[in-house]
């Protein structure tokens, strides 16, 4: 999955709970809570893992590209969210 320099530019700055508001508005559900990780799933069956360690936590981009792979989002999805402009 490839994203231009200008999502990435966005991406980065995101929290923990801005990834996770947008899971949830895409209809990601949580489905489990083990330490720290939560697991959301949504009805089509994607399943990503969301490491959870304080809400204002951002990722590096190696395990933000994993995130966004799991979660299976296109650029114009999460302008749809509001992840990026």
């Given at each position: 999955m490839s994203f231009s320099k200008n999502a990435w530019a966005q991406?980065?700055?995101k929290?923990?709970?801005?990834l996770i508001s947008a899971l949830l508005k895409d209809g990601f559900v949580l489905d489990d809570?083990?330490?720290t990780e939560r697991i959301y799933r949504h009805p089509d069956g994607r399943k990503v893992s969301i490491h959870y360690h304080s809400g204002k936590q951002t990722y590096g981009s190696s395990l933000l590209k994993d995130l966004l792979e799991d979660i299976g989002?296109?650029?114009a999805e999460m302008k749809k969210l509001k992840l990026i402009k």
């Open positions: 991406l980065k700055n929290t923990a709970d801005d809570n083990v330490r989002w296109s650029e």
